[in-house]
């Protein structure tokens, strides 16, 4: 109500001088030009201010309110964000564990296929990679445990397998295209 009283006073200020001559002559003729054009310019600043004051006062134009409280569908989506991500953070704990001890605690062949396989199981049971857990991330540590020796051929077999488990589980192309050799 303040605004919108702010805007009349201040657009009935500017055609103050419609009203005021503007000659110092006490009569002027019927016919005189400038009075025409004073009355001409009178009715356009009263039709100009009166669409401004009905554009200023059309709720399309109005300002946006804002909620104090949270809807019910806000407060439902926040719960099930908070339930994704918590779902998110114990299967992370569970890819780090695995990753730890494949790169840490395991020295022979089985049980360095083992953990390779538990993590094939996990991007299975997952559907990919968690979040928090980057596939380069995590390629470079099996790597960097590959590079301090024993890496035998059948453990790299288990680690081809998990890595085209996880590019099967990020880009999942079940539409096969049999007529087509490429």
């Known amino acids: 109500m303040m605004k919108s009283t702010l805007v009349i006073l201040s657009i009935a200020a500017a ?12 009569h002027r003729a019927a016919t005189d ?16 201010a009166a669409a401004s004051v009905a554009a200023s006062s059309s709720p399309a ?8 409280e949270p809807t ?8 099930q964000r908070l339930e994704f991500r918590r779902k998110q953070l114990a299967l992370k704990g569970e890819f780090v564990k695995v990753i730890a001890r494949l790169t840490t605690e395991s020295t022979t ?27 380069e991330e995590m390629y470079k540590v099996i790597r ?3 590079a301090k020796g024993f890496w035998p051929t059948n453990v790299e077999i288990a680690y081809q ?22």
């Open 144 to 146: 960097s445990k590959k």
């Open 33 to 48: 030009l400038s009075a025409t054009t004073d009355r001409r310019a009178m009715i356009a600043s009263t039709l100009t």
């Open 109 to 135: 062949e089985e049980q360095l296929i083992g953990d390779l396989e538990e993590l094939r199981g996990l991007v299975v049971k997952t559907g990919g990679l968690p979040i928090g857990i980057k596939k």
């Open 72 to 79: 019910e569908e806000f407060k439902e989506s926040e719960r």
């Open 61 to 68: 134009l109005a300002l946006e309110t804002y909620l104090t």
């Open 161 to 182: 397998g998990l890595k085209s488990e996880i590019r099967y589980q990020q880009s999942p192309n079940t539409e096969k295209d049999l007529e087509n050799p490429l």
């Open 15 to 26: 055609p103050c001088t419609a009203f005021a001559p503007s000659s110092p002559a006490p």
